[in-house]
């Protein structure tokens, strides 16, 4: 299925500072993303990875250029159509999990389906699936604190599935994690990647994690200086 997830054209992202300074973070770059992709996000600190990452997942807009979203332009968009876009295609993972620490694994991961309007019982039902999914069905009614890292970051990867997604973009997802629980949330990742087709993008410095991606994009000063799009 040749579907574009994410498609980013020309675009430039500039921050203003006082006295009138404008700082570019972002210097015409160009990528598209399609259903099935998996890329790596590479590039020394500095190089706009993040702000591209922001734009990727609809929480930033350019300064310029056009950013598609599952094939809406998101400057046609108001805040509150943005939020819900970003919510029917996009799943989150961070490097620091981000769990609510009082909230059981299976509320955590029913949290986007709130959004959604979904019913209580549905949403405990499809968490309690994704849960089962990420190998965490024994632990639904544990909080984070009873949690190890590992298990924590499969429960925010649960989170950012449950809403079925288009695209999963994962903020250095292994960061946190010692190298087994690194490997096993990555293995996880590729499996969801091929058996589901969600496009996986992940931004790292770690040049294994990078290696294991299909298409490493490698940015440098806000440009992508290899991996773009031809």
Avoid at 66 to 87: E, Y
Wanted: proline fraction near 4%; aromatic fraction near 2%; charged fraction near 20%.
């Amino acid at each position: 299925m040749n579907v574009t997830a994410v498609e980013v054209e020309d675009v430039t992202r500039e921050y203003r500072l006082g006295g009138g300074v404008s700082v570019p973070a972002l210097r015409g770059v160009s990528l598209t993303v399609g259903a099935g992709d998996y890329v790596a996000i590479v590039g020394p600190s500095g190089s706009g990875k993040s702000t591209l990452m922001h734009l990727l997942g609809g929480l930033d807009r350019p300064s310029s250029g056009r950013l598609l979203l599952g094939g809406r332009d998101v400057a046609a968009l108001g805040a509150a159509d943005l939020a819900r876009l970003r919510n029917e295609v996009i799943g989150f993972v961070f490097q620091s999990f981000h769990l609510l620490p009082q909230t059981t694994a299976v509320d955590n991961v029913a949290l986007p389906l709130i959004y959604r309007g979904v019913g209580r019982s549905t949403r405990r039902r499809r968490a309690v699936e994704m849960l089962h999914r990420v190998g965490l069905g024994h632990r639904v009614d544990h909080r984070p604190n009873q949690l190890s890292g590992g298990e924590q970051q499969r429960v925010a990867i649960a989170r950012a599935l449950v809403t079925e997604p288009a695209v999963l973009l994962a903020d250095e997802p292994t960061g946190n994690l010692d190298s087994v629980a690194g490997a096993a949330v990555l293995a996880l990742l590729e499996e969801l990647n091929a058996e589901r087709g969600v496009a996986v993008v992940i931004v790292t410095h770690d040049r294994e994690v990078a290696a294991r991606a299909h298409r490493q994009i490698v940015m440098r000063d806000g440009e992508i200086v290899d991996g773009g799009n031809p």
